[in-house]
């Protein structure tokens, strides 16, 4: 079975940090866009950072550049989200996705993982 497995969320204190992990199976990421969406509730799911295939290039929402910092490790299969100086609004589920562009549209490959929860909370 294509599985992405988040790990890492947890209560934290604001200004604290917090590692969250992704670990993929039964497929190679290599070849694959892989990024971190969050969704706080009431709210609709946001791209909170992206990194390209080769680790070479990444992106980040304006509200996290600075304080968030993508990762990944092909060798092991896993991307990983340095947050620091944590605040308030960045309490939500955490989700890692797996892009993969074929040479059709309709080839495109796209996977999630369950999510994590992370509270940001005094």
């Known amino acids: 079975q294509v599985q992405l497995v988040e790990s890492g969320g947890g209560l934290v204190q604001p200004g604290g940090s917090l590692r969250l992990s992704c670990a993929s199976s039964g497929f190679t990421i290599s070849s694959y866009l892989m990024s971190w969406y969050r969704q706080a509730p009431g709210k609709e799911r946001e791209l909170v950072a992206g990194?390209?295939?080769?680790?070479?290039?990444?992106s980040y929402a304006d509200s996290v550049k600075g304080r968030f910092t993508i990762s990944r490790d092909n060798a092991k299969n896993t991307v990983y989200l340095q947050m620091a100086s944590l605040k308030l609004e960045d309490t939500a589920v955490y989700y890692c996705?797996?892009?993969?562009?074929?040479?059709?549209?309709?080839?495109?490959?796209?996977?999630w993982g369950q999510g994590t929860q992370v509270t940001v909370s005094s």
């Open positions: 990194i390209a295939s080769t680790g070479g290039s990444t």
């Open positions: 996705n797996a892009k993969h562009f074929g040479i059709t549209i309709a080839k495109d490959s796209d996977y």
